[in-house]
């Protein structure tokens, strides 16, 4: 069986996510066979395996870090919300139910027992098993059905590194709040901790860290910079926070239920709207959803249906990916509630097509090409099978076959990752995008930032030895 590390935080955006991809790329450019797991998670940002399934936007980019090909293994319980009170839980990549919150911790056995089974699986084919938590590690309200911090790293008896986010304040009571709060037998586990995110001269916050260990008895691991020249994908919405909100000519509309906005990395410019704004934008990207009816409802509710209709009468271009496509069109229907109790909801009339909700769910990677002759890298994750009229200009071809559509300053398409290649949108755009460093590129930054940062041989000792 594999060794353990456990990347554990103090709250959810801690760093976690992060500090788990840096710890697999330096383990991987050691030479260890290493692979990422995380138990559950909940975000629509997900991406569907070479070998079948979907799983979380991070966990395929921790597995890429490793140098693998990423595996419903790597995260056998996504929740993927399509309410405030429910989620469509997708188990070992597969839709396995849409549930309540309470229904779903009625389910602790089974799902921890499959839980452990994508562990073990995992284990026996890896040296290192790097292994990230989810929100705080204490919880104390969610301790008896908790399958993803401590309910999980106590079973498997993994040491973990407790990462704390000296950005948002309060790395103090977060860190050592957090050793205190949990049962003697957790603390055990924890090995070392961390402090990230820190802007500024290290040295003056030296004897921050030495307060940090005298309370807590536990070593600092490292005090790691905040990386503004690191750039990996975000795992959820929390990128929002940090949105252009200056002047531009582009917007993209933040969909309450919103999905894969990953989609969006090269349009820093673009103004991320929740509500009608004055002006004229020359291009309005509507990104996918997890639920495509409420959303719509929620377009009509804000007025932003009507602000649509206007930008794109006034000359705007309009482009919707995945639901957002779907939103587009004449109607897009449910007879099966796959999404939501509306069996009939009409689209913004912008599209001549008709979106049908299906029972199973098209998860798949593809290899697709513009009219302008870009070749580029995509991937489609929907329950929507689309219609689109005979002789319609496609947004691009799959395997010879016309996907997605153009229409009078419309574009629609299923395939997510098409605006993340700069050819791509430079073409659609019409000007210059300068593109991403390779991610390749940025994962070996990623191992170098932690091998700087990390007493590394404090490390081998506690979570290698």
Request: glycine share 10%.
């Amino acid at each position: 069986m594999a060794k353990a590390i456990f990347v554990g935080g103090t709250a959810s955006h801690a760093g976690k996510s992060w500090m788990t991809a840096a710890i697999c790329r330096y383990l991987y450019r050691r030479g260890l066979r290493v692979a990422p797991f995380k138990a559950q998670n909940m975000s629509n940002n997900s991406f569907p395996c070479a070998t079948g399934g979907e799983i979380g936007r991070a966990q395929v980019a921790q597995a890429e870090a490793c140098g693998i090909e990423p595996t419903t293994d790597m995260n056998p319980i996504l929740l993927k919300p399509s309410a405030d009170t429910r989620s469509q839980v997708v188990l070992n990549g597969r839709i396995w139910r849409s549930l309540p919150a309470a229904s779903y911790y009625q389910q602790f056995d089974f799902l921890l027992g499959q839980v452990l089974d994508a562990y073990e699986r995992l284990s026996r084919a890896y040296e290192v098993i790097v292994i990230e938590g989810a929100g705080s590690m204490a919880e104390l309200n969610l301790r008896g059905t908790d399958l993803v911090n401590f309910g999980l790293a106590t079973r498997i008896n993994a040491p973990v590194l407790l990462v704390g986010d000296i950005d948002r304040g309060g790395i103090f009571a977060s860190l050592i709040g957090t050793v205190e709060l949990v049962e003697p037998a957790e603390r055990d586990l924890i090995r070392a901790l961390a402090v990230n995110k820190f802007r500024g001269d290290i040295n003056l916050f030296l004897n921050g860290v030495e307060m940090i260990e005298k309370r807590t008895g536990k070593p600092n691991l490292g005090v790691f910079p905040y990386a503004r020249d690191i750039h990996l994908d975000e795992e959820d919405g929390v990128s929002l926070e940090r949105a252009h909100k200056g002047p531009s000519d582009m917007a993209i509309v933040a969909l309450p239920r919103i999905s894969n906005l990953t989609d969006f990395r090269l349009l820093q410019d673009a103004r991320w709207i929740r509500h009608p704004v004055p002006g004229f934008y020359e291009w309005i990207f509507l990104p996918g959803t997890k639920s495509t009816a409420e959303d719509l409802a929620w377009l009509r509710s804000t007025g932003l249906a009507d602000w649509l209709l206007a930008q794109h009468e006034a000359g705007a271009n309009i482009v919707g990916i995945c639901g957002g496509y779907q939103m587009l069109g004449e109607s897009v229907e449910d007879p099966y509630a796959v999404e939501s109790a509306n069996a009939f909801v009409a689209g913004l009339g912008l599209l001549p097509i008709r979106t049908v909700m299906a029972r199973e769910k098209a998860t798949i990677a593809v290899e697709a090409q513009t009219p302008g002759g870009a070749v580029f890298r995509a991937y489609e994750i929907h329950m929507g099978r689309t219609t689109t009229p005979p002789g319609a200009q496609p947004f691009a071809s799959v395997n010879g076959l016309p996907e997605g559509l153009r229409h009078r300053r419309c574009i629609g398409t299923y395939l997510h990752g098409a605006l993340e290649d700069a050819a791509v949108l430079s073409e659609l755009l019409g000007r210059p995008i300068e593109p991403p460093p390779p991610r390749e590129e940025s994962y070996d930054r990623l191992g170098e930032w932690f091998a700087a940062h990390a007493d590394i041989k404090r490390f081998e000792e506690l979570f290698l030895g």
